[in-house]
């Protein structure tokens, strides 16, 4: 097991090029399952979580090459049950349901356990796929999922849940939709830049897909897909996470490969607390420059285009430091706060009370050995370390490198002082 030393106090500058999105790769490597032919994605970063989608869609049968980012795929003919082995290391794995059961007729997944963040039930997953007329059973900790004798029927499915949409489950539902007979419309969907991203690699192969990127998702029923050449979208995640490198402990840092569009809310909060973000034109490259004289603000988190879940861990550790009082409320995953516990050793003044973090902000942090939760907390602690007197010790590294593509040389590349070793 790998672990992180970070040497505190040194200042960030130059420039790196932010990866392709991890979550946006995910649901697309498992929507190659839904056709025969050669698919060709560009842009997969290489985190273990691609790892684990690739080595599961090749437990199913598929043929795939791999090399510098981009995974060449063809899944001529595939099985319907996923290894309980590769599909327990990660939740995400859950969304071969939809383009197992369209494909085969039949998808056996294990039921995702627990998790750090919070409960992560697939209710709404099953609802959705249950409304195009699959049966669902629960046998030795798996679903099993069946279509009607005479395949899936398109219908009007409303995937609102108590916490708001759901990412995952609306790629579900809308990949098994693809080949469903007449047509689905999906009410309260998910509108992530990554949903979007599925739809239009879809649609690429051949699907008939509106409404992607709105909260109202409609697709006609086609009977049969083709090949693609897609590149996935840039990672708004990890490009929010080095902005956020870059106001701790930046002195102009730039990144490449971005979409402005995608990260307004990300933007917002780092402007209303006074940091400089500035874009070029063409929206692909972002300078940011810490401001003098920062101050604290409040983060709610809300499904697209409020402010992502998957930053707050990241926005606590710059509070940490910010003068002032500052928010955070996570309302998608209110157990979501592992890091604060961590970064309280470090020295930060933070509550942590129903789903609400306070952060009082103080002068230094000092470094410490941490242990590392899951994979967002784990940037945080990292964030953290970044100007702390002294050397953060990051153990269990493994989460973090589920979903940074190299992030100790990319932080090495911006003059950050950090060391891999092993424990
Ligand atoms: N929910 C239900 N029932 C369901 C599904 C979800 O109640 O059937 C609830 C969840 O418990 C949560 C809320 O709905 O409170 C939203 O969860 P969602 O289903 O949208 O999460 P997900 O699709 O499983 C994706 C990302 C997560 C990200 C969430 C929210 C991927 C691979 N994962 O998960 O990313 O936090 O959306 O935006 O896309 C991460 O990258 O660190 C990460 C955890």
Known sequence: MDKLLVHGGATLRGSINISGSKNASLPILAASLLTDEEVIIRRVPDVSDTNYMVQIISALGGEIERSSGTVRIHNKSIVDTAPYDLVRRMRASICVMGPLLARTGRAVVSLPGGCIIGDRPVDLHLRGLEALGATTEFDSGNIIIT??????????????????????????????????????????????PEVEDLANFLNGLGAKIQGAGTRRITIEGVTSLGSIEHTVIPDRIEAGTFMAAAVIAGEGVTLHRICREQMTAITKIFEDCGHKIIFNEAGDSVTIHRGENPVGAEINTAPYPGYPTDMQAQMTAVFATTPGISVVKDTIFPQRFMHCAEMKRMGADINVDSGTAIIKGVKQLSAAPVMASDLRASAALVLAGLTAKGTTTISRLYHIDRGYEHIDEKLLQLHARVERVKE
């Open 147 to 192: 279509a009607p004798k005479g395949g899936l029927k398109g219908a009007e499915i409303n995937l609102r849940g108590t916490h708001g949409p759901t990412v995952l489950g609306t790629d579900n539902v809308m990949m098994a939709a693809v080949f469903a007979e007449g047509t689905t419309v999906i009410e309260s969907a998910a509108a992530e």
